[in-house]
RNA sequence: GCCGGUGUAGCAUAGAGGUAAUGCGACUGACUUGUAAUCAGUAGACCGGGGGUUCGAUUCCCUCCACCGGCUCCA
């Protein structure tokens, strides 16, 4: 270890907390870097009353209390004090004070939210950091001076509740980024820059993927290049399912409160739902879940243990009253539609089907390219219901279902919901960026609710467990992933054109009109530029909407009964003749799970 | 919901207390084109909605709406 690094003393997180030491390094790095900021705020703003200032990933942020909002221009003047700082090299010191000191220390700088925090702190004393004029409660660890500091950036301003709650003060926070080296840095403005270019908001419009209308907020649009995305990924979903015993259903997307109120989210989900009322007055509501009403069609007839496990999977849309604050593109909708499915199973077949699950997600991630890992969550010892044994031995099972496929997975330990424990997968997109999508979830408590049963094999009753799953998630988030992912330029078996027909001149149309048709009848998605425009205009267009085949056609092709094809990734692939042309994007195309 | 920001033609941007400009796109015409932008012309904006200040508001103020960044990754 570095000696650039304050790993000699008894710290609350000392390097052995970090997976590596290049981690270890980093959050001094960050963690120390919000401390100079911090200094540099209360330059401005003597007043300043300060929150917490931890590292994050890839930097810090500080939440502070000001006398006035901040404006961009505060963020460069900050910027420029802490490079006074960082220049001057100060020292960052460490003491231990008894709390009685700390108190009145920072009391007497009217510090009262690290008063606060000095009261939650456990034990007789406290740590603090300065650096110059400039100290903090904080347990470290740091670098050893501010100099090693050099390579950051503010990056943006935002409002967050003091420890998060809405019930306490609204503080300001400043998010910065800090790393080693100034190329780390670069790096990582580039890969911002880079993201925010593949954003989905932008890629969809650009590509008339979907749309958005201030006047139905929270609901996307879907313009025919994304209802073409979203059908093709349902139908290779549905052709996977009807492969793995599974049953689709449509149940109403409207339920009475009788149903709500059994399933409980009457009592514990209705601010997010959408209420409606019939002529008479009764209540109605949109369904935000489509787990009650798959309870009332196993409970609509008696069922007997040779019909499980029953999988019913619906692809409906389901509709959550989101606030307003927190809705973002496909990624937090008010309308969406899941690949949901419910599984009814006896206790004893959980563990095979969570290996058909991984088996599943697998099949389907892999197709995407996309890297994952498993994360178990069991149960939380306050919020839970049903016995212990029961969970303790559905944990197991979950646990062996992924060993059994040799599956790695952490636990998160109290993260279950009060029903049941779970697997989340966590994805890895292009820009190593992670996503939790897929996620397999044992019930214990809602055929209990809807007083489920089935004939067992000794003919006495028993109560199904539930697995409520997801593999994509919901479509509208997954589509916004696979957007950001592939920045726009979809495998051709989901590209919403996988072919476009280019006309060289004028003379030449009838023949690309010819191969246009072909390609049609070959159930390719294809469309036809026959514009009186140059080629290159066309192939620069064409490329532009991420086309992955481009057939160019001229007097040559139409004399030879051929195409020049161009593919989006390898450029001019030169002519071949048609029927091999259609035969090979035809195979290519040809894709499942 | 809360804090901050943004809202000008389909898109990207400019502008200023006296009703708005540029590029791309669209449309029309000419060119008939061989692998990432042919040329010329035309149309297109109640400057997010409502209210106020003012002789006059898109510009200043208030309010509503939408969007964007956030709202424990816990000293």
């Known amino acids: 270890m570095s000696e650039d690094f304050q790993s000699d003393q008894d710290f609350a997180l000392g390097p052995d907390d970090f997976p590596s030491p290049e981690e270890y390094q980093l959050h001094c ?4 870097t919000s401390h100079i900021m911090a200094a540099a705020v209360q330059q401005i703003f003597p007043d300043a009353r300060f929150g917490i200032g931890p590292p994050i990933k890839n930097g810090f942020y500080y939440d502070m209390q000001l006398p006035r909002p901040l404006t961009p221009e505060d963020l460069t003047e900050i910027e420029l004090r802490m490079r006074e700082i960082v220049k001057e090299g100060r020292e960052f010191q460490q003491q231990t004070w008894n ?21 939650g702190i456990p034990g007789e004393t406290v740590s603090t950091y300065s650096i110059g004029d400039f100290t903090d409660l904080c347990a470290g660890p740091h670098v050893r001076r501010t100099s090693q500091c050099k390579h950051f950036k503010l990056t943006s301003i935002a409002g967050a509740y003091w420890r998060g709650s809405e019930r306490n003060p609204m503080l300001q926070r400043i998010y910065g980024t800090v790393w080693p080296t100034k190329d780390e840095l670069e790096e990582h403005l580039h890969n911002l820059e880079e993201a925010r270019k593949r954003d989905h908001r932008r890629v969809g419009r650009e590509l008339e993927l979907f749309m958005t209308h201030e006047w139905s907020p929270g609901a996307p649009f879907w313009l025919p290049k994304g209802t073409t995305l979203y059908h093709t990924l349902q139908e290779k979903l549905r052709r996977l399912l009807s492969r793995n015993g599974y049953l689709e259903v449509k149940a109403p997307l409207l339920g009475s409160h009788n149903l709500f109120r059994t399933s409980g989210h009457w009592d514990h989900y209705k601010e997010n739902m959408f209420i409606v009322e019939d002529e008479d007055g009764a209540d109605f509501g949109l369904k935000p879940m489509n787990c009650p009403m798959h309870m009332l ?32 593109g496909l990624t937090r909708v008010r309308q969406f539609q899941q690949d949901d499915a419910h599984i009814f199973i006896t206790e004893d077949q959980i563990g095979e089907e969570v290996t058909r699950l991984v088996g599943l997600l697998k099949r389907i991630y892999t197709a995407f390219g996309m890297p994952y890992r ?12 049903g016995d212990i044994p029961l969970w303790e031995r559905a944990e197991r099972l979950l646990a062996e279902g ?24 966590m994805v890895q997109d292009s820009l190593k960026r992670e996503h939790q999508l897929g996620t397999i979830q044992l019930d214990f408590q809602l055929p209990r609710q809807f007083n489920l049963s089935y004939v067992n094999a000794e003919n006495s009753e028993s109560i199904p467990v539930v697995i409520h799953r997801a593999l994509y998630g919901s479509f509208e988030r997954f589509i916004g992933i696979l957007i950001e992912h592939y920045a726009g330029a979809f495998p051709l078996w989901l590209a919403p054109v996988q072919a476009k027909v280019l006309s060289i001149s004028e003379k030449t149309v009838d023949y690309a009109r010819e191969v246009y048709d072909r390609l049609i009848e070959a159930d390719l998605r294809v469309e036809l530029d026959a514009r009186d425009d140059k080629i290159g205009a066309k192939i620069r267009d064409s490329q532009l909407e991420k086309v992955p085949y481009m057939l160019i056609v001229g007097a040559k092709e139409a004399e030879a009964r051929a195409v020049a094809v161009r593919s989006r990734e390898k450029g001019d692939e030169g002519a071949s003749p048609l029927d ?12 499942n799970y």
């Open 29 to 32: 790095l960050r963690h120390s």
């Open 99 to 119: 709390k009685d000191k700390a108190l009145e220390f920072f009391g007497s700088h009217s510090q009262n939210f690290k008063l606060e925090l000095i009261n």
């Open 297 to 328: 069609i196993f409970g609509s007839k008696r069922r007997s243990y040779r019909e499980l496990p029953l999988r019913l999977a619906e692809q409906s849309p389901l509709h959550r009253n989101e606030r307003a604050g927190a809705l973002a």
């Open 374 to 385: 498993y994360v178990l969550s069991t149960r939380n010892e306050e919020k839970f219901m």
């Open 402 to 425: 992924l060993e059994a496929n040799g599956l790695e997975y952490t636990i998160a330990k109290g993260d279950a919901a009060f029903y049941g424990p779970k697997i989340d997968q």
């Open 580 to 591: 091999d042309v259609i035969a090979r994007i035809r195979q290519e195309a040809d894709f």
